[in-house]
């Protein structure tokens, strides 16, 4: 199955968004998503060939372009600037129509029937040619959108005007500046929609311009000397050499081969304090070298990146539709229909009712110019750009925009307790040795110890090492327990919890065990260093009511000494990665909840959870593991997601209300005549406008 990511230009609202979906789903495309706030167009291929040509032509049928490129500004702009332009083409002969409609400015030239048609013609030619052709191409593919109302309401009241003018009827049958009025502040509703909307994405459009940076690819010349060569950053390869100076971006993923200096990872991971980097660490692309200089090379470029995956993490959950928005995309794919038909009663009514055709038709035309099938399919993307552009921009990622809806749910958040309550920086602060020389013993727990990645057995390695370590017949790792060896003579050794022994004392007050042949050797004691944040973090989760549990493999004893230091509620300890899953599952059947886990170990437990979130650092593992992602392992910055999840969807709620109301009221205040065409043209175009302010208010809005 092939993913297909295209980019469409010129979609208005998220009702066009709809017609492009309704329309690739039509042509047997499987799994589409079209994001109205950015453009981006995914669908899935399962094998054959799609005919692009045809597909492309057919959404330029639409009214729509299809572009290659991605993310990026510049195809915004140009979408806003042609809006505007309109605008500006339209508003001098608007203005012109307008003047005689205020008694202290009657020009009687501009009252002359024949003057405003002329006047008109060209604001109603420049509408035609956007909202026109949209809504006639629209309505030849059966899926009308919201263009199809703008171009009814003004062509009616154009075409009544005229034959008004022919017939020479009277100035009471004269609405050329409704109609001029209408396409021209329909006009500037979509630019100032465009324009607030467009501000949603500037935490996206950041770090996608942190993407394209020059980059100083070290090569050599003839001579081996070298020379550098300055080349865009998405020319890289792996294994190209780079230099960074002073004030530079990292342009790649990248490990650090010479020279160290401070990084700032803030526009990626939230992080203001800068990192001191030195050989052998990694950079994330888009960094920047705050000092110092740095000879690395490239361990990812392009779409493999940290900096390209996060983009792609948001996308993907930009283009995703919570349960929320389905009552709204229902309601809005048979909203033009609707909106016709009721003007189209509307207009009887009032014809039967008033007994004059004019009033009737002005009623009928305010009704289809102030009927908006934007604010309902804008309420919800909109919220979601801005709530993940933020949280982005705080080192948080949202693989899907379902789990940040999901946080307003959340009863109870389980923890794992090392690298996520604790650093995972073990240190060694006593040992002893039974009947044993303590470097034999030291010895024999290095040697075991070495072939494992758990950080209590990194952490004994690394202290003890020694050259005339044990050459094993066999080794392996037992999950839950430890290390497994014999040697070659035959002798079984054991390093692991106090599972593992059988006569020692007090078994459960020590790390780890060194046996062998079943007879205890000694003991090794190990520290776990608190996450400063932690304590507070479970203060803030008991104070919005959500129980806290600590669900780890470690020892009892252990877990109910930090629970206790910390004010966690539950504990459950010494459980396997089977049964982490068992106990998620359960918990999870009792109340929606939120897991907290390194991304690695606890990957099954993290994937069962309601919202499973990874502490681990930016790795491709972490983002395929979790529905969330706190870079740089950030547990401080887990309030911030939580609130970022809540206040979202209240923004939602807003967004969802301020669209039914607007429409509910809306359309019944124009069937009675209570306001003008013009004011309804207005009021249409602004009602976008507050659904994006109220939405960007998520960028400032205290969320903790």
């Known amino acids: 199955m092939e993913t297909v990511k295209w980019k469409v230009q010129g979609m208005t609202c998220a009702n066009c968004a709809l017609t492009i ?37 057919g959404i330029k049928a639409l009214g729509y372009k299809v572009q290659s490129t991605g993310v990026g500004g510049d195809d915004e702009k140009t979408e806003i600037s042609a809006h505007l332009k309109r605008f500006l083409i339209c508003l001098p002969f608007t203005l012109l129509l307008l003047i005689p409609m205020i008694p202290a400015f009657r020009i009687h030239f501009l009252m002359n029937p024949w003057v405003q048609l002329i006047l008109c013609i060209p604001v109603y030619v420049t509408g035609m040619n956007f909202f026109g052709r949209s809504a006639w191409q629209s309505l030849r593919n059966r899926l009308p959108n919201m263009n199809v109302l703008i171009a009814l309401g003004a062509t009616a009241a154009f075409v009544y005007s005229l034959v008004g003018l022919l017939l020479n009827l009277g100035n009471n049958f004269l609405f050329f500046e409704t109609a001029a009025t209408i396409i021209t502040l329909v006009f500037m509703g979509n630019y100032l929609e465009d324009a607030s909307v467009s501000s949603t994405q500037r935490a996206l459009r950041s770090l996608a311009k942190s993407q394209k940076v020059m980059a100083n690819m070290i090569a050599f010349d003839g001579d081996h000397q070298e020379v550098i060569l300055p080349i865009e950053s998405t020319q890289l390869k792996v294994g190209d050499l780079v230099l960074v100076k002073t004030g530079e971006q990292v342009p790649a993923d990248s490990k650090i081969l010479w020279g160290e200096g401070n990084v ?240 020692a004392p007090n078994e459960e007050s020590h790390a780890v065990y060194i046996i062998r042949n079943n007879v205890t050797l000694g003991w090794v004691d190990v520290a776990d260093e608190v996450r400063a944040e932690a304590s507070s973090v479970i203060s ?72 499973g979130i990874s502490m681990s650092d930016a790795s491709q593992l972490a983002m395929q593991t979790a529905q969330v992602v706190l870079m740089n392992n950030g547990l401080r910055k887990l309030p911030i997601a939580l609130g970022l999840g809540k206040h979202t969807h209240i923004t939602i709620r807003q967004n969802l209300f301020w669209a039914f109301f607007y429409n509910i009221v809306a359309i019944p205040v124009a069937a009675f005549g209570l306001l003008t065409p013009t004011f309804g043209a207005l009021v249409m175009g602004l009602s976008d406008v507050v659904l994006g302010i109220n939405s960007v208010r998520l960028f400032v809005k205290k969320v903790v």
């Not at 919570?322 to 229902?330: I, N």
Request: glycine share 8%; proline share 4%; hydrophobic share 45%.
């Open 264 to 503: 700032s990872e803030a526009i990626i991971t939230g992080e203001s304090a800068p990192l001191l980097k030195k050989p052998k660490d990694k950079l994330i692309g888009g960094s920047l070298l705050l000092d110092g200089a740095i000879k690395a090379q490239v361990t990812a470029a392009g779409d493999d990146t940290v900096l390209a995956n996060i983009l792609r993490l948001i996308q993907q959950a930009q283009g995703e539709k919570p349960p929320v928005q389905k009552l709204a995309d229902k309601i809005s794919s048979i909203f033009v229909p609707v909106v016709i038909g009721i003007a189209a009663l509307a207009f009887i009514a009032n014809y039967l009712y008033i007994g004059n055709f004019t009033p009737a038709l002005m009623r009928s035309i305010a009704i289809l110019v102030i009927a908006c099938p934007c604010a309902m399919g804008l309420a919800t993307p909109a919220a979601i750009a801005v709530g993940l552009g933020r949280a982005a921009r705080n080192g948080i990622l949202f693989r899907n925009a379902t789990s940040l809806e999901n946080f307003k749910n959340i009863k109870q958040a389980v923890f794992d307790k090392t690298g996520t309550l604790t650093t995972g920086n073990f240190v060694v602060t006593n040992w002893k040795s039974l009947n044993l020389a303590e470097q034999e013993l030291k010895r024999i727990a290095y040697s075991l110890e070495k072939f494992s990645n758990h950080p209590i057995a990194k952490c004994i390695s690394t202290a003890w090492k020694v050259n005339n370590e044990i050459r094993w017949q066999k080794i392996e790792e037992v999950k839950g327990l430890g290390m497994h060896a014999w040697d070659k003579e035959g002798n079984e050794y054991w390093a692991g919890s106090y599972k593992i022994t059988t006569n």
């Open 540 to 611: 803030f989760l008991k104070k919005k009511q959500i129980r806290t549990i600590l669900l780890s493999g470690d020892r009892k004893l252990k877990c109910i000494k930090l629970a206790e230091l910390l004010g966690i509620e539950g504990v459950i300890a010494e459980q396997t990665p089977e049964q982490k899953l068992e106990t998620i599952a359960k918990l999870t059947a009792i109340a929606p909840t939120a897991m907290i886990g390194d991304g690695i170990n606890d990957a099954p437990a993290l994937a069962k959870a309601t919202i």
């Open 21 to 57: 979906s309704n329309y690739l789903q039509k042509e047997g495309l499987k799994n589409v998503r079209v994001n109205p706030i950015d453009g981006q167009v995914t669908f899935d291929v399962d094998g054959k060939p799609i005919e692009e040509s045809k597909i492309t032509n």
